[in-house]
């Protein structure tokens, strides 16, 4: 699985500007809100120094690391539900997405205006997450007659999924949204198939002026307290430093970086989080042909990692042969792995742990 990730905001907290930097692509940005006015995506690498390791060891004919998936969705103001704006033809787009990265203004830039005449990080937040709670609703409203007349009918799921609707409304018209509520795990499954976008764990993007790297200042503070409250994730950005980044070669960049005093790039500092947030972790494969790092849940069995590759290898899951990728580089080779009683054979019940180097073995 790749991670994707839905950008949103109010116009000019510097969305578009951290998202093409991020991505280093070029999607118009102005100082004036609805710039974006389509969708816009890009695929980026996920940063693992690993990789360049077993890269160096195998010498594969190609790498290629794990993905990110971004998508820029166009500023919201209040009243975006109900159609101001641009209206809510672009909530939709972030259905599909595993995350919503909230970008939030932490800066004071006078010659970039504010949609609500100052910076108020708590009550910008709160602006979001009320379009975005009434866009629920407005889903579940839609939902609930074609329910109800299912579950009338005698169909358990529907009856089942009615109620937890009906729940759910109750939650959204409270102003609060769903992943805030207290829910069963069947509960929270159920709710799955509407895509709601306020069930999706939340990441902020706390967007600073240059000199407030790399922990932020008071804006950013109220930030945080906000992600504290919801068990969120916090990441502290500065959208022009990425934007000189993102012109710069890898190894000039590290050479910047270490200029300003930052151990990372907003992007693998975003990407870190992200996959904290949504308990990710990465497995790898490795041999003459590629060198690949995979993205799956942290507590998946070998047959879901597997399944990762191809649903064949899943379906057909024999055994994985596994090493831990610390062995492997401390050893210098698959053979001294063995060699020292390292290399595993592990069955469908074997957790996948972070750095796994796997083989596996499946019928076809």
């Known amino acids: 699985m790749g991670l994707k990730i839905g950008i949103v905001g109010l116009p000019n907290v510097g969305k578009s500007t951290v998202f093409n930097a991020l991505t280093r692509a070029n999607s118009a940005v102005a100082n ?27 010498k594969p004919e190609k790498v290629t690391p794990a993905t990110v998936e971004f998508v820029d969705i166009a500023g919201l103001v209040k009243g975006a539900s109900t159609g ?3 209206g809510n033809q672009f909530l939709g787009q972030i259905k599909e997405v595993d995350a919503v990265l909230h970008i939030v203004r932490c800066f004071q830039d006078p010659d970039v205006v504010h949609v609500s005449g100052s910076v108020d990080p708590k009550r910008d937040i709160e602006i979001i997450s009320t379009e975005l709670c009434l866009r629920d609703l407005d889903t579940l409203e839609n939902q609930t007659a074609r329910l109800e007349k299912a579950s009338k009918s ?7 999924q009615f109620e937890v ?16 509520a207290k829910w069963s795990v069947e509960d929270f499954a159920l709710l799955r198939p509407l895509q709601l976008i306020t069930q999706k ?20 503070q109220k930030v945080q307290a906000v992600a504290k409250e919801e068990q969120s994730e916090v990441a502290v950005i500065c959208g022009k430093v990425e934007a000189e980044l993102s012109e710069l070669a890898p190894e000039e960049g590290t050479l910047f970086l270490k200029e300003m005093g930052l151990s990372e790039s907003g992007l693998h500092q975003l990407i870190r989080v992200g996959y904290r947030l949504l308990g990710l972790i990465t497995f790898l494969t490795a041999g003459e042909k590629e060198v690949r790092a995979w993205t799956i849940r942290k507590g998946s069995k070998a047959p879901q990692a597997a399944g990762a590759i191809h649903s064949d290898f899943e379906r057909g899951f024999i055994r994985a042969e596994i090493m831990s990728y610390d062995d492997l580089i401390k050893l210098g080779s698959t053979q001294a792995v063995k060699e020292k009683g390292l290399y595993r054979l592990e069955g469908k019940e074997y957790e996948v742990k972070d750095g796994d180097v796997i083989y596996f073995r499946f019928n076809v």
Request: proline share 8%; charged share 30%.
């Open 201 to 220: 764990p939340v990441l902020y993007g706390a967007n600073v002026e240059e000199k407030d790297l790399p922990n932020g200042g008071e804006l950013v």
């Open 165 to 180: 609707v009906k729940k759910a409304k109750e939650v959204l018209e409270h102003g609060l949204p769903i992943r805030k």
């Open 32 to 58: 004036y809100p609805f710039c974006t006015i389509d969708p816009h995506v890009g695929v980026v690498s996920v940063p693992d120094a690993r990789l360049d390791r077993l890269s160096e060891m195998y």
């Open 154 to 160: 005698g169909d358990k799921e529907a009856k089942a």
């Open 84 to 86: 101001e704006g641009l």
